[in-house]
């Protein structure tokens, strides 16, 4: 993960009105269910590599029965409202957070049944450092479960797709799926499934734009400002056009540690 916090008061506001209450990322609780889909996590010890303000987390305890969830980020102020979230719930002693530095994930070998991450891996740039540490948290038989923002090759990014990356102001290091898969069985991971979510996605972005300029455009200025509403509706036109193209892949991710 890189240093420094992206994911201001702003950002944060426009994107959980647009995604839902604790969500960072889109699709939701039925994104969600989608990446679980065939799995189960009831009893497991859950790492979530990413978790920004959590919502997610708390999903897994009370939907999904993970026994103890542990939810780890860089940015400060996404753990203080995470924490308080869970607090809120009353299930703090299920689900907990915790701030890291970027770098190798600070837990033991073999501490996890399942390690999860949402849309988070693209702002870290060594895919293959990041299985090999992904691997080595996993227990013997555990399961890594995940979706991120992928690319369709790993050839220079085109104009549009810099254009895309730039409006979103955020550490940024996409990766193709063929990379992605290769790194996770470089790791020792098998059972690879990799599932393209970009038809899904690319549908989905076009009603939230509509409700960006729509339904949801007071709302918006009203949390955020003028300045960064119109700022969101240029990032989604922007992220449209390579959704469009096929160069932006949103995809699901699921493999296996058997030993």
């Known amino acids: 993960m890189q240093q420094g916090e992206e994911y201001d008061e702003a950002m944060v506001a426009a994107l959980e009105l647009l995604w839902g209450e604790g969500f960072l990322s889109p699709g939701g609780p039925a994104e969600v269910a989608e990446i679980l889909k065939g799995t189960s996590i009831a009893g497991k010890f859950v790492l979530d590599i990413g978790c920004g303000i959590g919502g997610i987390d708390l999903l897994l305890a009370e939907v999904y029965g993970a026994a103890q969830v542990i939810g780890i980020d860089i940015e400060a102020p996404n753990i203080a409202l995470a924490s308080r979230r869970a607090a809120q719930r009353n299930i703090a002693d299920r689900v907990s957070y915790r701030l890291v530095e970027p770098g190798p994930l600070p837990f ?26 992904v691997f080595r948290v996993l227990k013997p038989g555990g399961l890594f479960l995940a979706s991120d923002w992928l690319r369709g090759d790993d050839e220079p990014a085109s104009a549009a797709m810099q254009r895309y990356v730039s409006l979103e102001g ?21 059972a690879i499934e990799i599932g393209d979510r970009n038809a899904w996605y690319h549908a989905t972005a076009q009603h939230e734009l509509t409700q960006i300029q729509g339904p949801l455009h007071q709302r918006l200025v009203d949390l955020v400002g003028v300045s960064e509403t119109d700022r969101q509706t240029q990032v989604w036109e922007a992220m449209i056009a390579v959704l469009k193209s096929g160069e932006l892949r949103p995809t699901h991710l699921k493999a296996k540690r058997l030993a």
Do not use: Q
């Not at 949402?118 to 293959?128: F, G, L, Q, S, V």
């Not at 996409?174 to 991971?189: C, D, I, L, N, V």
């Open 170 to 190: 955020l550490s940024f290091a996409m990766a193709s799926p063929a990379r992605y898969e290769k790194a996770m069985a470089a790791a020792g991971f098998t």
């Open 108 to 133: 033991p070998d073999a501490s996890f049944d399942v390690v999860f991450s949402k849309d988070a891996m693209i702002h870290i740039a060594e895919k293959e450092a990041l299985f090999r540490d």
